[in-house]
């Protein structure tokens, strides 16, 4: 069974600009989440989607943003890239919204 | 969600068993405790979950004490592969998939 596939797994992006990441969830998984992981403030939860709604949202600015589609693949958007967005995100999906979730390998996403 | 305290670092030595402390006394009747664990850039990977009983799989085992304040991962027979960072998260699962992770502990297992 394959695991959970995010692209790209490597991004550089300039200051001002915007980034779209993907997510494709295990098989059958109705729940997404999203995580940023910075050395400076750890694993942060973003939010979570389950069959194309938001179920929770993350303390983070209106420019971070998400979507899921109806194959319960996800995508998040970054608008207006700061420094501070250089980070790893992570997606994670789950059977139903409240199993264990299932972490993908991450975008490390560079803002110069 | 209910706060998690776990040591900074543990080192254990390869074949033995390692055993992660965890300390969660604000835990609510209906939170679960969750182990996950990341080894060195890569995506967080699950280990288990209990509730209130014991709980064992083919990775690892989780001990929870009767009055749920605390737990214990064990690692029974730890290998180089396990030096990652474990975490302990606590949770109510009826409110999505949101995890909160803490520092977690660094485990470095030695040969």
């Known amino acids: 069974k394959a695991g959970v596939t995010q692209t790209p797994r490597y991004l550089i992006k300039t200051r001002g600009q915007q980034v779209t990441l993907s997510c494709s969830p295990i098989s059958g998984h109705r729940s997404v989440s999203w995580y940023q992981q910075t050395p400076g403030q750890g694993l942060q939860f973003l939010f979570e989607?389950?069959?194309?709604?938001?179920?929770n949202k993350g303390n983070f600015p209106g420019r971070f943003s998400g979507r899921q589609f109806s194959n319960s693949r996800s995508e998040m958007n970054v608008s207006t890239l700061e420094l501070g967005d250089s980070a790893l995100y992570l997606c994670?999906?789950?059977?139903?919204?409240?199993?264990?979730?299932?972490f993908g390998q991450g975008t490390r996403l560079t803002v110069v | 969600d209910a706060k998690t305290t776990q040591p900074t670092s543990m080192d254990c030595a390869e074949g033995r068993a390692a055993n992660l402390p965890c300390n969660h006394s604000?835990?609510?009747?209906?939170?679960?405790v969750y182990w996950y664990r990341q080894i060195h850039s890569q995506g967080p990977q699950y280990i288990i979950h209990?509730?209130?009983n014991n709980e064992t799989n083919e990775m690892a085992s989780l001990i929870i004490t009767e009055d749920r304040k605390s737990s214990t991962l064990i690692l029974p027979h730890a290998t180089l592969r396990d030096t990652a960072v474990y975490y302990c998260?606590?949770?109510?699962?009826?409110?999505?998939?949101?995890?909160?992770f803490g520092a977690g502990t660094i485990l470095r297992v030695k040969s």
């Open positions: 209990g509730l209130k």
């Open positions: 989607y389950f069959s194309e709604t938001q179920r």
């Open positions: 998260i606590v949770r109510v699962d009826e409110y999505g998939n949101k995890l909160v």
């Open positions: 604000t835990i609510s009747g209906n939170e679960y």
């Open positions: 994670a999906s789950a059977l139903i919204s409240n199993t264990e979730a299932f």
